[in-house]
């Protein structure tokens, strides 16, 4: 994984090339339908300018009066979760699948701290919440990811994602069937 120094505290962690999107786009892919969340995507594309996933409009939680304060907080909750979800996929499919199982550690701790912010500020997680929800979420994502069944449809829908460059969510969902994950 390539990291780029922004300033002497700060990294950002970037891509190498196209086929390391590709790679992430088809790992959070994968996690988001595991978690039952593929109708939550509008489209998926490695040209975006930020965030490869684009969700839908009931995705985001604008807030309302008519909504109770618990029902509210967990809508927030599961946005942060699949989210949460999402980065620590891109980390997984990126090390364990496509380098062959090289050591997360180093990329996961710099996209934990990110992760434990959020929840703290979006959520108002305590620090051992956070604590077990960062130790299941990375359990689970290492569990998908260390499967070696997966690589060969994982490749698959990396290189349909390069070929194809934008997906909405519906296609996306129908590559991923042809290819015998969902």
């Known amino acids: 994984m390539k ?5 002497k505290n700060e990294y950002i962690l970037g891509y190498r090339n ?12 994968i996690s988001l339908a595991s978690l039952d969340a593929l109708e939550s995507v509008a489209s998926v594309s490695i040209d975006y300018p930020g ?6 409009g009931e995705f985001y939680f604008g807030g309302s009066p ?6 509210a907080w967990h809508r927030i909750f599961e946005g942060y979760r699949l989210t949460s979800s999402l980065a620590i996929a891109n980390v997984m499919a990126r090390c364990l699948m496509r380098d062959g199982g090289s050591d997360p550690s180093d990329m996961l701790d710099r996209v934990a701290e990110t992760i434990r912010i959020e ?3 979006e959520c108002g997680l305590e620090e051992d919440e956070l604590d077990a929800f960062l130790s299941n979420t990375i359990t689970r994502s290492r569990r998908i990811f260390a499967n070696s069944r997966l690589i060969t449809p ?3 829908l990396a290189r349909i994602i390069g070929e194809r460059r934008e997906l909405s969510g519906r296609s996306l969902a129908e590559e ?5 994950i969902i």
Request: aromatic share 4%; charged share 30%; glycine share 4%.
């Open 176 to 180: 991923m069937h042809m290819l015998r």
């Open 119 to 121: 929840g703290s500020e």
């Open 154 to 156: 994982l490749e698959a």
């Open 18 to 29: 196209e086929a390391d999107r590709c790679y992430a786009l088809a790992g959070m892919a």
């Open 3 to 7: 990291k780029e120094k922004k300033d």
């Open 66 to 71: 008519s909504v109770s304060p618990k029902a």
């Open 51 to 56: 965030p490869m996933v684009r969700f839908t």
